[in-house]
């Protein structure tokens, strides 16, 4: 092994000098209330019904009955499993928000839902059970319950929004075990992260809304092919995020996924995504290049709203269906940018830039020009499958190393070593 990378250090040392010769010249060139076992008291209505039971206030609709409000000074609750025949279904938005004598609430298990805000702020809550066959915790449905420490979360729940548990113990507890905190494959929170470069894990489906917000420090993400949507708010404000690559499992972005991320200068959306939402890459100042593999169906109110340097649009669609897309105000960029219609970005081989099957002397043309045509800010001319080729490192950047390593690939092979690129890079 120590041979192998003396030999790889004592090729770099031959090549370097006589590359850097070549790029020289080319530059030249170019209280506590129960529920008590009482009869319900109705209000009616002309769509619905309202009453009370306990310290709860409910609404009949004809499938269901729904609590909507709770007395402010209940101490322990317990939600009846049925009101007037109806199963209870449903946590209303807002139902116990700010109720700060409530220390312990019981859920049936026919509760479905928990909408947002249901109970957040309720700062002595210590105890929650939640049902068996809970679908959807709504966003900052236990925000700031600061005492919140033990919470079950049935395997069912397969929708939580953003913020669910923000200002909870049981959040700072997960935290301090795994900084990318997960329920049932959503990544819900990242922000006691402090790496440059977070890796998300595989088996992922779903980066939860505003799970990475305001990670000033984070430059770079990698996510797994099992992510399938990013949510609301995903990345706002990851103001230095200079990469990442969106996997082909995903089909959803939701607004303002990548909201004010500054740094960011090319992205690639996935065949998979038909919508991009009102402001999901607002505000992303240095945003230069854009591909979108797919069929757009919506570009949403000012999605690209402040992106004074967007200039080069790749995508699939013909001019006649880019035009026919139905665009949101607000989206003066798009005017502005160069629109490449019927660009099939084919996956290339590494290095191959022209796509002949083989890596030659004409790919290394193509990155060298390309290399010193960026080195006096002059557009290297590749497409985005081609710089993707061109990067054999990796780095994010094609320069005179990557140059290197083409010459050194193609110089073994052709003297009958073989030599791939794990044995190069």
């Known amino acids: 092994m120590r041979e192998k990378q003396q030999d790889k250090e004592n090729d770099m040392k031959i090549w370097k000098k006589p590359l850097a010769a070549v790029l020289a010249g080319m530059l030249c060139i170019i209280s506590m209330p129960q529920v008590q076992p009482l009869l319900p008291v109705f209000s009616a209505a002309a769509a619905e019904e309202t009453g009370t039971v306990g310290a709860l206030t409910y609404t009949l609709k004809s499938d269901r009955a729904i609590i909507t409000q709770c007395d402010k000074n209940a ?108 329920v049932n494959h959503i990544l819900i929170d990242a922000n006691a992260c402090t790496d440059t470069t977070i890796v998300v894990p595989d088996g992922v489906t779903e980066i939860g809304g505003y799970a990475f917000s305001v990670l000033v420090q984070l430059r770079e993400v990698v996510l797994p092919d099992s992510v399938t949507k990013i949510g609301s708010g995903a990345f706002w404000q990851c103001l230095k995020l200079e990469k990442i690559q969106i996997p082909d499992s995903v089909t959803t972005i939701e607004s303002r996924a990548f909201y004010v991320c500054e740094a960011l200068q090319e992205l690639e959306i996935p065949a998979g ?118 990067d054999i490192d990796g780095s994010g950047a094609v320069d005179s190393t990557d140059v290197f390593y083409v010459l050194l690939y193609i110089a073994r092979n052709s003297a009958g070593i073989p030599t791939t690129w794990e044995d190069i890079v």
């Not at 938005?93 to 839902?113: G, M, N, Q, W, Y």
């Not at 999605?303 to 880019?322: G, R, V």
């Not at 219609?341 to 004409?362: K, Q």
Request: hydrophobic share 40%; with cysteine.
């Open 75 to 182: 101490e322990e609750v317990e939600i009846p499993s049925e009101i007037a025949g109806k199963p209870v279904l449903q946590i209303a938005e807002r139902a116990f928000l700010s109720h700060e004598k409530l220390t312990r609430v019981v859920i049936p298990d026919t509760v479905r839902t928990i909408e947002n805000l249901a109970f957040s702020h309720c700062s002595q809550l210590q105890e929650v059970t939640l049902p068996k066959y809970l679908v959807t915790i709504g966003s900052n449905c236990f925000s700031y319950c600061a005492q919140l420490e033990e919470l079950d979360v049935p395997k069912t729940v397969k929708n939580i929004g953003h913020s669910a548990f923000y200002g909870t113990a049981w959040l700072k507890q997960k935290q301090a075990e795994n900084p990318l905190v997960q």
């Open 273 to 390: 995504v038909t919508q991009l939402p009102e402001r999901v890459f607002s505000c992303c100042a240095n945003l230069e290049k854009l591909t979108i593999r797919g069929t757009l169906t919506e570009i949403g109110e000012a999605a690209f709203s402040d992106c004074p340097k967007l200039a080069e649009i790749y995508t699939t669609m013909s001019e006649a269906d880019w035009n026919a897309i139905p665009v949101g105000a607000e989206n003066e960029p798009l005017e502005q940018a160069t629109i490449h219609y019927n660009s099939i970005l084919e996956e290339l081989l590494l290095a191959d830039l022209d796509n002949s099957g083989s890596v030659d002397s004409t790919d290394v043309f193509y990155i060298l020009l390309g290399v010193a045509q960026n080195a006096v800010g002059m557009d290297s001319g590749w497409t985005p499958a081609q710089e993707k080729a061109a």
